[in-house]
């Protein structure tokens, strides 16, 4: 992030002024240990959610950086309103802390799962890696991203079906969980359900509309529908 000379007719209050001057050379000298110590030590999530919100870019921007580092649930409901903001800066960054939150959301025993997973998938041992993800969920029945991540693994299986009720699953957890929208789209997809593909792509769109990919795969799937309409 660039330095960024907050004068007192700018678009920023005195707090966010202070807020930016105070975190941000940590943040800019990578200094992310001592970070999280300060944003822990002074913000909570709430003040870091109406920081999310200023009329000043760059503290509007920040704020959703601590909030990948150190926010809560309860910042969700704002997120998915930046990931509606046609500034690349801001959605990304949006997108990047919600990952964050949802991936820490769980019990500290469940976490330790889902990373054990997650380094399964990685390796492509699908079958370790569901049953890492089913522990997850069953040490933390309130973890939506250990049904998440497991839907990927049964989407890299082959196992589409098990994905889409995962998938369905997480968004009763978690209504904005776009990944999980947009999984559905492609394991629905993948078994030729076209019309389900386009109404979960739209869906994941409707949380999230830069997602180019996304686009694509309900680009392809409408012209597969428009190639199955029958000759008038």
């Known amino acids: 992030m660039n330095q960024l000379d907050l004068k007192p007719d700018s678009f920023a209050s005195q707090p966010e002024i202070e807020f930016f001057k105070r975190l941000s050379p940590l943040m800019r000298c990578g200094c992310f240990a001592a970070a999280v110590e300060l944003i822990t030590d ?54 990047n802390a919600l990952w964050s939150i949802w991936f820490r959301s769980g019990s500290h025993q469940a976490i330790g799962h889902l990373k054990g997973g997650s380094k399964h998938l990685e390796h492509e041992n699908y079958l370790t890696a569901i049953n ?75 949380v999230y509309p830069y997602m180019d990919g996304v686009r694509e795969s309900l680009s392809d799937v409408e012209a597969v529908i428009h190639r199955q309409k029958p000759a008038a």
């Open 42 to 95: 002074q913000w909570p999530t709430t003040e870091l959610c109406t920081f999310a919100s200023s009329r000043d870019i760059e503290v509007s921007a920040l704020a959703i950086d601590a909030l990948a580092f150190c926010g809560d649930k309860s910042a969700i409901g704002k997120l998915e309103c930046l990931l509606r903001k046609p500034r690349s800066d801001i959605h990304r960054r949006a997108e």
């Open 132 to 206: 890492q993800f089913s522990l997850a969920f069953n040490a933390d029945p309130a973890f939506s991203e250990a049904l998440n991540q497991r839907a990927i693994a049964y989407y890299l299986s082959s196992r589409f079906q098990e994905a889409i009720d995962d998938c369905l699953q997480v968004v009763a957890l978690m209504p904005p969980h776009f990944g999980a929208l947009a999984g559905m789209g492609h394991c629905y997809a993948q078994q030729g359900l076209f019309h389900a593909a386009r109404s979960a792509y739209c869906r994941a769109l409707a």
